[in-house]
T-cell receptor, first 115, second 108 residues
Framework: KAGVTQTPRYLIKTRGQQVTLSCSPI?????VSWYQQTPGQGLQFLFEYFSETQRNKGNFPGRFSGRQFSNSRSEMNVSTLELGDSALYLC??????????????FGPGTRLTVT | QKEVEQDPGPLSVPEGAIVSLNCTYSNSAFQYFMWYRQYSRKGPELLMYTYSSGNKEDGRFTAQVDKSSKYISLFIRDSQPSDSATYLCAVNDYKLSFGAGTTVTVRA
């Protein structure tokens, strides 16, 4: 079974621009979560989508948004990019058969650099 | 207070040694505990997943959870150079809360 895929793998943007990152979960997985990883803050939860609805949200500003499609694929968008948004953005999927999001499997990430 | 505390190391051991990694967590309500391994420039890989207290073994890896002291441990026996990576503990309610990660180097 194919793992979680993320595109693009690398991205360079300029401050003030916006960016859209894409995630395809493991086949059959319905929950998709997004995380930001930086050297200073580590891995931090952004949000989680299930059945095309944002179910949970972390402590990030409204510039960070996402959506999920009917095939469970998800996108996240960051508007008005700031230098501090440079990070590895990770997507994780889980089966979520029981209503929880316990075993989460990560993709390779998208490395975003803001200049 | 961070939900999960983990010593970032780094930790360097000779090949064949036992690697011992530890985390503490703050909320006694947590029930699900994970260990992830992350190689440089890769996404985290789920290693072990434990529910509530107790031990879980998978090959050379053993995960322990002591809910009375809110302590999570991972032991790697007969460590190999290929085990060199960053190891992240995590607790899970509706989201994963990660420790800072411990960088481990196994010297050949």
């Amino acid at each position: 079974k194919a793992g979680v895929t993320q595109t693009p793998r690398y991205l360079i943007k300029t401050r003030g621009q916006q960016v859209t990152l894409s995630c395809s979960p493991i086949s059959g997985h319905r929950s998709v979560s997004w995380y930001q990883q930086t050297p200073g803050q580590g891995l931090q939860f952004l949000f989680e989508y299930f059945s095309e609805t944002q179910r949970n949200k972390g402590n990030f500003p409204g510039r960070f948004s996402g959506r999920q499609f009917s095939n469970s694929r998800s996108e996240m968008n960051v508007s008005t990019l700031e230098l501090g948004d440079s990070a590895l953005y990770l997507c994780a999927s889980s089966l979520d058969a029981s209503g929880g999001t316990y075993e989460q499997y990560f993709g390779p990430g998208t490395r975003l650099t803001v200049t | 207070q961070k939900e999960v505390e983990q010593d970032p190391g780094p930790l360097s051991v000779p090949e064949g040694a036992i690697v011992s990694l530890n985390c503490t967590y703050s909320n006694s309500a947590f029930q699900y505990f994970m260990w992830y391994r992350q190689y440089s420039r890769k996404g985290p890989e789920l290693l072990m997943y434990t529910y509530s207290s107790g031990n879980k073994e998978d090959g050379r890896f053993t995960a322990q959870v002591d809910k009375s002291s809110k302590y999570i441990s991972l032991f790697i026996r007969d460590s190999q150079p290929s085990d060199s990576a960053t190891y992240l503990c995590a607790v899970n309610d509706y989201k994963l809360s990660f420790g800072a990660g411990t960088t481990v180097t196994v010297r050949a």
